[in-house]
């Protein structure tokens, strides 16, 4: 597609329960980023993945969060058991290659509320 | 490790003022920089970017110079018009790796 696509756009979920967030990256583009928005915690790198796999998941918050991507393609973001202060906007990006100069291209984000 | 710092906002402007944006970085060796901007309602958008030391990236008026010796990535302005309202962010990367983001400095411009 012609830019990052990111759904859903808007997820309200209760409490306690899971969810998945799907990002398509540029065609092309091998390397994959998910980011976190919260309001006053400015933007927090989650986790970076180069084609299939991930060679930096430093950013994952606790072991309820987990990603994968799959055909060098389409990730998908999960939160288990989701808690309040999950609450934010989950942003996708993607690069040719990693970054370095390489500019990285943003999704509109997906914002979850937990109620 | 690898940090951005930038001035707090937010930043209240009366249009056709001249803009600054603090920005420092502490990183190894040497990374790109990057200002990252987020209007209203949108997502994040590149600006501009510098690869190496003494590099000026300009973009819709808006300038920052690497600058090495002082680790610092100021974003500019002469002159700014309601529409530049918004959020920005500055970030570094290194080669294969992430971007690392500060914590965003809203600019509000007032006609």
């Known amino acids: 597609g012609a830019g990052v696509s990111q759904s859903p756009s808007n997820k309200v979920t209760e409490k306690g329960k899971d969810v998945e967030l799907r990002c398509d990256p540029i065609?092309?583009?091998?390397?994959l980023y998910w980011y976190r928005q919260s309001l006053g915690q400015g933007l927090e790198f989650l986790i970076y993945f180069q084609g299939n796999s991930a060679p930096d998941k430093s950013g994952l918050p606790s072991d309820r969060f987990s990603a994968e991507r799959t055909g060098g393609s389409v990730s998908t973001l999960t939160i288990q058991r989701t808690q309040q202060e999950d609450s934010a906007v989950y942003l996708c990006?993607?690069?040719?290659?990693?970054?370095?100069?390489?500019?990285?291209?943003f999704g509109e984000g997906s914002w979850l509320t937990v109620v | 490790g690898d940090s951005v710092t930038q001035m707090e906002g937010p930043v209240t402007l009366s249009e056709e003022a001249f803009l600054t944006i603090n920005c420092t970085y502490t990183?190894?060796?040497?990374?790109?920089l990057f200002w990252y901007v987020q209007y209203p309602g949108e997502g994040l958008q590149l600006l501009l970017k510098?690869?190496?030391?003494?590099d000026k990236g300009s973009n819709k008026g808006f300038e920052a110079t690497y600058r090495k010796e002082t680790t610092s990535f100021h974003l500019e302005k002469g002159s700014v018009q309601v529409s530049d309202s918004a959020v920005y962010f500055c970030?570094?990367?290194?080669?294969?790796?992430?971007?690392?983001f500060g914590q965003g400095t809203e600019l509000s411009v007032k006609p």
């Open positions: 970030a570094l990367s290194h080669p294969g790796g992430k971007l690392i």
């Open positions: 510098a690869t190496k030391a003494d």
């Open positions: 990006a993607s690069s040719f290659r990693g970054s370095g100069g390489n500019t990285i291209y």
């Open positions: 990183a190894t060796g040497y990374p790109s």
């Open positions: 065609s092309g583009h091998t390397a």
